[in-house]
T-cell receptor, first 117, second 112 residues
Framework: NAGVTQTPKFQVLKTGQSMTLQCAQD?????MYWYRQDPGMGLRLIYY?????TTDKGEVPNGYNVSRLNKREFSLRLESAAPSQTSVYFC??????WGAGAPGEQYFGPGTRLTVT | ELKVEQNPLFLSMQEGKNYTIYCNYS?????LYWYRQDPGKSLESLFV?????AVKQEGRLMASLDTKARLSTLHITAAVHDLSATYFC????????????FGKGTHLIIQP
C-alpha cells in the first residue's frame, strides 16, 4: 500500500511556463484535495474533489486548474506559472464522512516543492 | 468563513517540562484534527476528535476538544527531544468533504 503518491518531488519553472502535478491514491478514497503550504501560513486548500467527476474551488484557486481523472488520480495544473506560486504542494485523500475509519481524516502525500523564477 | 488560530506559533522548551498548545476556531464544527510535520516532510495524522469532550492520548501527547468553547488543546507531558516538530490543528466544515482549514502551526523545539 503506497498511500498517496505525488510526482514530481521537485520542480523549477520559469515565469509563464506550465506544468501538471500528479497525485494518485490506492486507498479507494472518494475525496481528494490539493493544498499549498507557504512559510508561516499553514496549509491552504486550492481545490478539492468530493467524488469522481466533481471538483470545487477551495480558498486559493486562482491560477490553478484540476482534473479528477478517475477515482485514484487527481492532477493540479498551472497554466502560466508565477513567482507567487512558489510553494510546497500537498495532495491528500479521505474517505467520505459516512465511510469506515475516522471520518474525514485526510492522508497526505510527500509533497512537491515548486520554485518559479 | 472558518478561521483557525493556534498559539503559540513558536515554543522552545526543555526536556521534562509540560506544555499546552491551543487551537481556537471561529464557527461550529465537530471535526478537529491534529497533525505533526517534521522539517521537509509530509503531514502525519496524530489525533481525530469528533465530539464535544473527546480526549485522545498517545504516549506523551494528549488532545481534547470543547466544541462549545470552539477550543482544542494538545498537551505535552514530560517533553522529549523527539517531539520537536511543527504541530498543526485543522478543522473540518460541517459540510464534510470541503477540505480542512488549518492553523498556522506551532513550531516546537525541545532542548535537552
Amino acid at each position: 500500500n503506497a498511500g498517496v503518491t505525488q510526482t514530481p518531488k521537485f520542480q523549477v519553472l520559469k515565469t509563464g511556463q506550465s506544468m501538471t502535478l500528479q497525485c494518485a491514491q490506492d486507498m479507494n478514497h472518494n475525496s481528494m484535495y490539493w493544498y499549498r503550504q507557504d512559510p508561516g501560513m499553514g496549509l491552504r486548500l486550492i481545490y478539492y474533489s468530493a467524488s469522481e467527476g466533481t471538483t470545487d474551488k477551495g480558498e486559493v484557486p486562482n491560477g490553478y486548474n484540476v482534473s479528477r481523472l478517475n477515482k485514484r488520480e487527481f492532477s493540479l495544473r498551472l497554466e502560466s506559472a508565477a513567482p507567487s506560486q512558489t510553494s510546497v504542494y500537498f495532495c491528500a485523500s479521505s474517505e467520505a464522512l459516512w465511510g469506515a475509519g475516522a471520518p474525514g481524516e485526510q492522508y497526505f502525500g510527500p509533497g512537491t516543492r515548486l520554485t518559479v523564477t | 468563513e472558518l478561521k483557525v488560530e493556534q498559539n503559540p506559533l513558536f515554543l522552545s522548551m526543555q526536556e521534562g517540562k509540560n506544555y499546552t498548545i491551543y487551537c481556537n476556531y471561529s464557527t461550529t464544527s465537530d471535526r478537529l484534527y491534529w497533525y505533526r510535520q517534521d522539517p521537509g516532510k509530509s503531514l502525519e495524522s496524530l489525533f481525530v476528535l469528533l465530539s464535544n469532550g473527546a480526549v485522545k492520548q498517545e504516549g506523551r501527547l494528549m488532545a481534547s476538544l470543547d466544541t462549545k468553547a470552539r477550543l482544542s488543546t494538545l498537551h505535552i507531558t514530560a517533553a522529549v527531544h523527539d517531539l520537536s516538530a511543527t504541530y498543526f490543528c485543522a478543522v473540518g466544515d460541517a459540510g464534510g468533504a470541503d477540505g480542512l482549514t488549518f492553523g498556522k502551526g506551532t513550531h516546537l523545539i525541545i532542548q535537552p
